[in-house]
């Protein structure tokens, strides 16, 4: 199995910043993507920003200039650094992982999701 485990969440006022983490353990043969994804109430769940095993990142267009993925692949983190944070920021922000991991002699894909952190922008 493998464990997702997210810090760095809280309530921030409008222009602040704030930097999330995520930390991978368990078993695995290697990471590929890594990914933030973010749910507001009432909203369905949207992918922020995503960066991949080679560096190449991707963002959401809302948060073009703002934020700031990256990852350390000897530690098998992800971090989002959020600047200029918005009111419309707030939500639980979920860490992503797709997985490779041997099961039954085939190397084999695997999702999995962090327990959530949420932002709160406001003042």
């Known amino acids: 199995q493998v464990q997702l485990v997210e810090s760095g969440g809280g309530l921030v006022q409008p222009g602040g910043s704030l930097r999330l983490s995520c930390a991978a353990s368990?078993?695995?043969?290697?990471?590929?993507?890594m990914d933030w994804y973010r749910q507001a109430p009432g909203k369905q769940r949207e992918l922020v920003a995503a960066v991949g095993s080679d560096g190449n990142t991707n963002y959401i267009d809302s948060v073009k200039g703002r934020f700031t993925i990256s990852r350390d692949n000897t530690k098998n983190t992800v971090s989002l650094q959020m600047n200029s944070l918005k009111i419309e920021d707030t939500a639980v922000y979920y860490c992503?992982?797709?997985?490779?991991?041997?099961?039954?002699?085939?190397?084999?894909?695997?999702?999995?999701w962090g327990q959530g952190t949420q932002v709160t922008v406001s003042s």
């Open positions: 368990g078993s695995f043969f290697s990471i590929n993507v």
């Open positions: 992503h992982a797709e997985v490779s991991r041997w099961s039954s002699g085939r190397l084999l894909q695997y999702s999995y």
